[in-house]
């Protein structure tokens, strides 16, 4: 049995005011495209479709058009849970006539009790579901952890579990180790989201949704597919694109990684500013999504009107001659006196020096500050 495992499309996402409907219209079609090749027995999607609860029209269209394609015209059987971007009624909006399709939707907690059955493969769904969402449903145990929620639902049914048969669990969550990005909403506060791998041994493969690296975790039988596209700057280096999950019962599952190339990347780049302006910086390509880090910007009038008229798609400019390594960090500051530090500083950052009436006025200030600490 052959099984595409993709998440985190993120339908409707806007980077840096940008929307990113164009790129993601692009990546969708060349998914289509792939399924066309690889025809799948079946494409499980594990949360996050869209990247908010209340996607705008162009975003409901590019989802519903592409399940379309999938579902009906390539008549590939298809599972979908939600993630904690997508909003439960709004995702499983006519789920129960969507089956006669083999399309399966998936949002609630009591899902995990009814797993879906494809050519002898048993899918068990456990859409994200918040803390208080599980310690409502399990009114009568005190969970008071994401790992705590996981262990007793799956608990439940470890017993029924056939293990004659392929059992696939297909969730979305972080778990503990898993390498995050910027681009990924936080499930809780603090440490209490994460899930430990054992928790999951009962299945013969775990497929997941939510952190974006392909890699997230090194696991034999635990994966993420990680997201289409790069969602934010700090997945610049990630490699994107999605699962094939190769199933036959009398041998273990297999997992590879296919990766897609996007419409445009996203590309930091740490230069100083004349070299961007001429033009002596490398890039992949001129019209990728770019953050520039730039120093020696001091003096520079609009300098990201500048720099759009090369590179058009830049959605981010850092002046980074305020943290420069060579100029600051190296400095013993501890043996240095309040002045010669403010004044090493302005340097720094409008790369000039003082005057003898800003001189005059710093010794002031500073004199004035010694003067009211020594009277504390």
Not at 77 to 82: D, G, L
Not at 104 to 110: C, S
Not at 199 to 219: A, E, Y
Not at 334 to 362: A, C, P, R
């Amino acid at each position: 049995m052959k099984v595409i495992h993709t998440a985190d499309w993120h339908i409707g996402r806007i980077l840096n005011g940008r929307a990113l409907i164009q790129d993601q219209t692009y990546i969708l079609h060349k998914f289509v495209e792939h399924m066309k090749e690889i025809e799948p027995d079946l494409i499980v999607i594990t949360g996050d479709l869209y990247d908010t609860s209340f996607p705008s029209k162009s975003a409901i269209k590019l989802l519903e058009d592409t399940i379309k394609q999938l579902n009906i015209s390539l008549q590939i059987p298809i599972i979908i849970i939600s993630g904690n971007h997508d909003g439960k009624e709004r995702l499983s909006y006519g789920a129960s006539w969507f089956e006669q399709s083999q399309l399966y939707i998936r949002t609630e907690i009591e899902d995990l009790y009814n797993p879906i059955k494809i050519r002898d493969v048993n899918f068990y769904t456990l859409p994200f579901a918040t803390l208080a969402e599980f310690q409502n449903y399990y009114k009568d145990v005190e969970i008071n952890s994401n790992h705590e929620a996981m262990r007793h639902a799956l608990k439940d049914i470890e017993t029924s579990l056939n293990s004659s048969e392929k059992n696939v669990l297909l969730s979305h969550l972080t778990v503990s180790g898993g390498i995050k990005t910027d681009s990924e909403r936080d499930l809780t506060i603090g440490t209490i989201e994460s899930v430990d791998e054992d928790v999951f041994k009962m299945f013969d493969t775990v497929l997941l949704g939510h952190l974006h690296h392909p890699f997230s975790i090194n696991s034999d039988f635990m994966y993420y597919s990680g997201s289409l596209l790069q969602y934010s700057f700090s997945e610049a280096s990630q490699s994107k694109g999605f699962r094939e999950v190769t199933i036959k019962q009398n041998q273990d599952i297999s997992s590879k990684f296919i990766p897609m190339v996007p419409l445009r990347e996203l590309e930091v780049i740490e230069a100083d500013y004349q070299d961007v302006i001429n033009e002596n910086v490398k890039v992949k390509n001129k019209e990728n999504y770019f953050h520039f880090k730039l120093s020696n910007m001091a003096r520079i009038e609009d300098p990201i009107y500048h720099i759009k008229q090369i590179y058009p798609n830049t959605l981010a400019l850092t002046n980074d001659t305020v943290y420069s390594q060579h100029q600051v960090a190296k400095r013993n500051l501890k043996q240095l006196d309040s002045n010669t530090i403010i004044q090493q500083f302005y340097e720094d950052v409008m790369d000039d020096e003082l005057d003898k009436l800003q001189e005059q006025k710093v010794r002031q200030l500073v004199e004035a500050l010694d003067e009211e600490e020594r009277s504390r």
